[in-house]
């Protein structure tokens, strides 16, 4: 009967997954082993990735055990890894929760990496999805804020958001699955806790299928997100041009759009101004007026808004940080990790390998300058980093945003994020290697 | 201090009002009458209208006294009415509360006309905006449901939508103002109560300034809403053509658009399908498959996606209904009312006042055909029914939908709820005067 639901909506939505090779993450709680034991019965082609994060003592290596027994009983590969999740949380001035995230999605991505995977799926379900509209609603935001969590971004999937959690529990019960109840799900923080139990439950009494209007109001939402979307991309062809990194906004081709404020806040939403009505009382402001963000100036110029870096000196004419051979880690204005390794793992965007006799110290953190060049890892010969750049469809905000790791000779060694440049790439004749990872 | 920043925020929202004739909807419940308060203070120009719907007995004629005083102590003119709501409910088959709803909104437009108003005021705050975005959520809905209580909307402003309740509270309190407590507010019906009492409540623990990010949130959402309706406009006029009242919908290009289904449902959400899932699987179907409703079949032929009318009748082949001289009422397909009066207040487009000796019975209610024409009033001439809807910019959709009253000779007296035709207007030698109402 559930199983008919589940299987149905898993085999016509998602049958894009049929073919490829899953990585599930899996806590050991109700929900990913659902997820698990459902498409093990579909015959998907599904490997396990469970992440002891050590914080709950007994009780996690215990859910590690459940895992390898589960991968046991249904002859799945499970691949499972312990972190030092609270020493990491403060070596990186993150919270437990963001350092646990952070160390789950990297060690994802590198098992996707190493093992070819297609996806990672996740059990996220209606309720998570519902609860994150609702807590984003509690604080403010805009349509993108009300679209929810996707079904699909990058490499990641989410087959049960549309079930609810009590369809998951009965799918669990009916097809006599075993699961962990995790114990910090039930003293979840007190706004999630909230949401869940009080909240939710008066929705519902409202509406018993609350949830099911709400994922068709979710879709509808990434729909005309989708279409806002579009439309601004039109809108950004036609009146921004760029001038040497600089912004320029047409004001005479905006004030035509039905709602130029509604534009000019799609516009520029990415560059966080926070004084909206003094943005939009620049466009018809006189000459030389302006509004400024600790990182952007927008200045009225004539007919056109000119977005300016507050600080006056291009991203080129910075301070490069300096980094020398004893840093391990630096925090800022990145977090920036170098370890030396025996073995190297498959790179990925977070992570690159180099032999470490090949730099120079001290090596540099800067932003790019014109004729900027690197050798990218997986392309023959060199390229203008500006020219990378423009390959990439990269935003003037996103360009400013980037860091370059550089040697003491000012070559690039890695566009960090992005690209590793080859010449520092270890070989067979390396003998240090030196794990960079952001 | 209260007074400081309600009344800059109405002086500078709302400059445009300050010259003009305001009528305030006004029940005597407090927020009615902050609003009357303040705009008095400010100096704006003021009139009340209040409605007895005689729902409560002694309590409704108390509130109705209460105005009149007001009315006095402040030197402002108040219009009062009475209504049988109870007998017009029945009558009507509509609920109390649509009833009153009709009633109320139909006598401030005629006030509107017949004083020459340019507004009607109406105090709906943000913590109603916010209760009918929630009873909209939990019905399920997409973006046009959650943009929330328009500021404004044709003649209708509501210049304390920013403000919460509480802030009106205050207010009242710092200036000492009176107001009349309305029972049936404590007695709301179930669904706003359990919004407004226990759902609301909650997630203001979550966060203080709830009602202020919320009113960001639903600016921010009408704006987006905007931005969909501008693209959908614009896509429309690229892949829909119209042709003898059919809609084709071109394929191949709608294909091309980044996400087709969202387009798809952009465009046709008026037609009302329920089956969207196989509304989006015609785009690739087999030539001949449809998806139908009661009113309209969306056909795959070829290239194209047709909008049809299900009923395979053109609109103009469908029997008219008949209405003899004795029906005072009728009240399908339409509310039509038949009123012998005495005299003629202006006219709105819910009511048009006719010679009764002119008209030849039994009237007919039929939809539109190709060579229809009539005399509309306010224009010089005749006027063939197709060019008005044309320059009244209606959509296949809307002409569709609009019936015409015709005398027995097939002439037309009134395009219901558009325009009078002028060979059936009153002159000076009436002596039997009929007010037709919808």
Known sequence: MYLTGFAKHINSNFSFLKEKKLLIAISGGIDSVVLTHLLHQLKYNISLAHCNFQLRGKESDLDEVFIKNL????????????????????????????????????????????????????????????????????????????????????????????????????????????????????????????????????????????????????????????????????????????????????????????????YLYQLLKDYKFTEWNDVYHLIYAQSGKKVSTNLHTLLKDRDFLLLLRTDKKSPSNQEPIIINKENTRITNPINLLFENVHQQKKINTNSIYVDKNLLNYPLSLRKWREGDYFYPSGMIGKKKISKYFKDEKLSVFDKENIWLLCSNDDKIIWVVGKRQDKRFFPTSKTTELLKMSI
Chains 1, 2 share one sequence.
Do not use: M
């Not at 991968?71 to 919270?95: G, H, M, N, R, V």
């Not at 039109?234 to 039905?258: A, P, T």
């Open 71 to 262: 991968s046991k009983d249904l002859s799945i590969k499970a691949y499972t890894t312990q972190f030092k999740t609270e020493q990491f949380a403060k070596e990186l001035k993150l919270s437990t929760q963001l350092a646990a995230r952070k160390l789950r999605y990297d060690w994802f991505y590198e098992l996707t990496q190493e093992y070819d995977f297609d996806y990672i799926l996740t059990a996220h379900h209606a309720d998570d999805n519902l609860e994150t509209f609702l807590i984003n609603l509690t604080r403010g935001t805009g349509l993108e804020g009300l679209t929810g969590i996707p079904v699909i971004n990058d490499k990641i999937v989410r087959p049960l958001l549309a079930f609810s959690q009590e369809e998951i529990n009965n799918y669990a019960t009916k097809n006599n699955i075993q699961w962990r109840e995790d114990a910090s799900n039930a003293e979840t923080k007190y706004l999630r806790n909230k949401i869940r139990h009080e909240i939710i439950p008066s929705l519902k009494e409202l509406n018993p299928s609350l949830l099911e209007s709400f994922t068709k109001t979710s879709a509808f939402l990434k729909q005309s997100q989708q279409i806002v979307n579009d439309k601004i991309k039109e809108v950004y062809e036609e009146i921004i041009s760029e001038d040497r990194g600089i912004l320029k906004i047409n004001i005479s081709k905006l004030v035509q759009l039905s709602n130029p404020k509604a």
